[in-house]
């Protein structure tokens, strides 16, 4: 399906939806009747706002200083809502990176939603990583040879700080991380009467 085409696509299946908290954001939600599966042939991963996306964004929100005027770069970035808060919050350039073509084409909408300037990339964890001076990782520790490349990327970032939002994840090595802050989340799928889980945000000490 052509780019255009897809995002069409997205933007008439998926509602627009206000994301519950402290900021005013806006993205294309899943609902049940969006059909996702006729959009995209991988999980629609970037259909949900994740537990430890979300966490990043609780945190960047109670510490807007670590984005302000700062390059920020947000890797597997489903929905882009990571990157859109950084972008909302003052960073001076976002880059989303992803490897799903549907989820990039969801990016650019909630980017125009939010009225903030993205840049998409694809896959980066198999180059030298990018100028960033802040590196944002929400949830993207949900399989081993997934985390070993995420981590060997986060070795060679030198100055970057990279921050990652995890709920456990069995993938995450925990040993590489500090824990800084913790906000109550809620995992998708988990009904409204669940109660809420430990969203993570941590630090990556090499
Ligand atoms: C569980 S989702 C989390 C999305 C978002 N960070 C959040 O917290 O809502 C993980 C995302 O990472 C993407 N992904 C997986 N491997 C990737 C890679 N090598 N580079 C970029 N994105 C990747 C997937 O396509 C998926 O959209």
């Known amino acids: 399906m052509r780019p255009q085409t897809l ?5 008439a ?3 627009v939806t206000a994301l519950p908290g402290p900021l005013p954001l806006r993205y294309h939600a899943a ?6 599966s006729d959009l995209s042939k991988t999980p629609p991963y970037w259909a949900y706002p994740w ?4 966490a990043l ?3 960047l929100v109670a510490h807007p200083d670590l984005v302000k005027g700062k390059c920020v770069l947000d ?3 489903g929905s882009g809502l990571v990157g859109i808060a950084a972008a909302l919050l003052g960073a001076a350039s976002v880059t989303a990176s992803e490897i799903d073509p549907a989820a990039r084409e969801a990016i650019a909408l909630n980017a125009a939603l939010n009225e903030v300037c993205i840049t998409l990339s694809r896959d980066l964890l198999s180059g030298p990583p990018p100028e960033a001076d802040l590196i944002l990782i ?3 520790f949900y399989a081993p040879d997934l985390a070993t490349r995420v981590l060997a990327f986060l070795t060679q970032t030198g100055t970057a700080e990279a921050l ?3 709920i456990g994840r069995a993938d995450l090595p925990r040993a590489r991380f500090r824990v800084l802050a913790s906000y109550p989340v809620r995992d998708v799928g988990d009904p409204p009467s669940a109660a809420s889980q430990c969203g993570e945000i941590l630090q990556f000490i090499g």
């Open 7 to 11: 995002r069409a696509r997205i933007a």
């Open 13 to 15: 299946a998926l509602p």
């Open 31 to 36: 609902a049940p009747h969006s059909r996702l």
């Open 51 to 54: 537990p430890g996306g979300c």
């Open 57 to 59: 964004i609780a945190h």
């Open 75 to 77: 890797i597997g970035a």
């Open 138 to 140: 929400g949830d993207l």
């Open 164 to 166: 990652v939002g995890d």
